[in-house]
T-cell receptor, first 111, second 114 residues
Framework: GENVEQHPSTLSVQEGDSAVIKCTYS??????FPWYKQELGKRPQLIID?????GEKKDQRIAVTLNKTAKHFSLHITETQPEDSAVYFC??????????FGTGTRLQVFP | DTGVSQNPRHKITKRGQNVTFRCDPI?????LYWYRQTLGQGPEFLTY????????KSRLLSDRFSAERPKGSFSTLEIQRTEQGDSAMYLC????????????FGPGTRLTVL
């Protein structure tokens, strides 16, 4: 069945360092890959997304890369700040269908 | 704020009782999704609607679960004869038509079954 694997499950970085979270998806028909940030007790919020016709997308300190051949996509956060601390989820879907989520990465940014 | 609201925000019930949750998306959201999220896990798809039509149901959605979207606006999710394993956060998400892929989540309803 459809599956998204996400690594690492926890990530601790010093403020100002970069953080990288990686995901792999199983369904080669997937063509939309969003990343959500979820703070404790709050709703998941979209931070960036990428479609399969694009290899990379940037938005200020956040970037996402996609390798369709390897069925692999990654989230890169540069110059991390304490307010970046949260749980990050990758997801995959095809044809704007339901989202299949990864298991999440708890990011802690230490001042 | 995504404009998607859910009520109640918290629900505590005893095993065997029925519960109903409500999701109110914005008027432009012709698609509405329900997900379930347990502690430490990512949201899992349950079902979704295109306007008032329920188009897909996950095998996670046992016959104790039913969802409706009678007028293509708000949606309800009912769980009958609740079990302790039903304890989770129930999230709904709205999406506009095919021009947008983005799903906007509501704040969720946290269900605790004692």
């Amino acid at each position: 069945g459809e599956n998204v694997e996400q690594h690492p499950s926890t990530l601790s970085v010093q403020e100002g360092d970069s953080a990288v979270i990686k995901c792999t998806y199983s369904d080669s028909a997937s063509n939309y890959f969003p990343w959500y940030k979820q703070e404790l007790g709050k709703r998941p919020q979209l931070i960036i997304d990428i479609r399969s016709n694009v290899g990379e997308k940037k938005d200020q300190r956040i970037a996402v890369t996609l390798n369709k051949t390897a069925k692999h996509f990654s989230l890169h956060i540069t110059e991390t700040q304490p307010e970046d601390s949260a749980v990050y989820f990758c997801a995959a879907s095809k044809n704007t269908d339901k989202l299949i989520f990864g298991t999440g990465t708890r990011l802690q940014v230490f001042p | 704020d995504t404009g998607v609201s859910q009520n109640p925000r918290h629900k505590i019930t005893k095993r065997g009782q029925n519960v109903t949750f409500r999701c109110d998306p914005i008027s432009e959201h012709n698609r509405l999704y329900w997900y379930r999220q347990t502690l430490g896990q990512g949201p899992e798809f349950l079902t979704y609607f295109q306007n008032e039509a329920q188009l897909e149901k996950s095998r996670l959605l046992s016959d104790r679960f039913s969802a409706e979207r009678p007028k293509g606006s708000f949606s309800t999710l009912e769980i009958q004869r609740t079990e302790q394993g039903d304890s989770a956060m129930y999230l709904c998400a709205g999406k506009t038509g095919s021009s947008s892929d983005t799903q906007y989540f509501g704040p969720g309803t946290r269900l605790t079954v004692l």
